[in-house]
């Protein structure tokens, strides 16, 4: 049997939004509690050895913590995991958030009397309000055409990835050329331990570091582009291309591995017959000692409420 227990506010995961919440919450005494099934931040503490934001720390801070303070006390550079983590955690410190640790909400309802109750393993919770922060996207995709891949083949999801330690195999194939896809690849590469690694690449935009000599990001910034709502005319065309092709990165593109690794770069991944994987500029692949790692985003998924 299930406790039960009301509270005004309940927020229902612990990274950069719900953490941020409770931080005004507090400023207006507003009770509420944070629900998060791992740890605060875990997102970044589950980031692979080697990982570097994709945007520059001016635009990964909170403002729980005073404008000056950026990760790795640098507003132009890039984080690392580590340095991001260490961040987040004085932001943790600064707020000292009523938060839950290792809870899965597994369902939110409403009942006729407008309150909403939240379900996890051991209570359920009477609210208010409830506030989702799990993040737009949250769970892993892995494309349907995989499924012909034969299970004796070690495939593992970015998400899954922490260091080369991991694979086995003499050979590895990233599919997707997004952020994660080319940092992971350099990463495999840099280690000296593959004979050959293979990138299926997906049309993704890299950014120049800088235009007429200005950040990339600012200038972006500087001309509103980040504050385009997405029902807006402009915000349906940037936002459809940002589902269907990914968020821009930066530099490495796929070429660049090519050129200085040695990269095999094959076109968009299209299914697998037997042991051999398909792609679509007509190329093929042996799935003998190859491991995969499916470096295709995420998608959002509320099914619980």
């Known amino acids: 049997m299930s406790e039960k227990e009301s509270i005004d506010v309940v927020i229902v995961g612990g990274g950069q939004a719900g953490i941020s919440l409770s931080y005004y919450l507090q400023q207006q005494k507003i009770p509420h509690i944070i629900l998060e099934r791992e740890r605060a931040f875990s997102a970044w503490h589950n980031r692979w050895d080697g990982f570097n934001a994709n945007t520059p720390n001016w635009m990964n801070t909170l403002p729980v913590l005073s404008s000056n303070q950026f990760p790795a006390n640098d507003p132009k550079g890039f984080a690392t995991k580590e340095e991001l983590v260490n961040y987040f955690e004085k932001c943790l410190q600064e707020v000292r958030p009523p938060i839950k640790t290792g809870v899965e909400v597994y369902k939110i309802t409403q009942l006729n009397n407008g309150v909403w109750q939240i379900s996890t393993q051991d209570t359920v919770y009477e609210a208010k ?128 591995l090519s050129k200085l690794y040695g990269v095999h770069i094959y076109d968009r991944f299209t299914e697998a017959q037997g042991s051999l994987l398909h792609f679509a500029d007509g190329q093929t692949l042996e799935t003998d000692d190859l491991t995969i790692i499916w470096c295709t985003g995420f998608h959002g998924d509320y099914s619980f409420i």
Request: glycine share 8%; hydrophobic share 35%.
């Open 129 to 256: 309000n409830v506030a989702v922060c799990i993040g737009a996207m949250s769970t892993p995709k892995i494309p349907e055409n995989a499924t012909n891949i034969s299970s004796t083949v070690p495939q593992i999801h970015s998400c899954e990835y922490r260091n080369p330690d991991q694979i086995t195999t003499k050979s590895v194939l990233l599919v997707g050329s997004g952020s994660s896809g080319v940092q992971i690849c350099r990463l495999l590469c840099s280690s000296g331990k593959f004979d050959k690694i293979h990138l299926a690449v997906s049309n993704i935009l890299v950014l120049p570091k800088h235009i007429l000599g200005i950040q990339t990001h600012k200038f972006l910034h500087f001309f509103g582009l980040f504050d385009i709502r997405n029902n807006s005319i402009l915000g349906k065309l940037m936002y459809s291309n940002l589902e269907t092709k990914g968020d821009p990165i930066m530099r490495p593109a796929p070429n660049d």
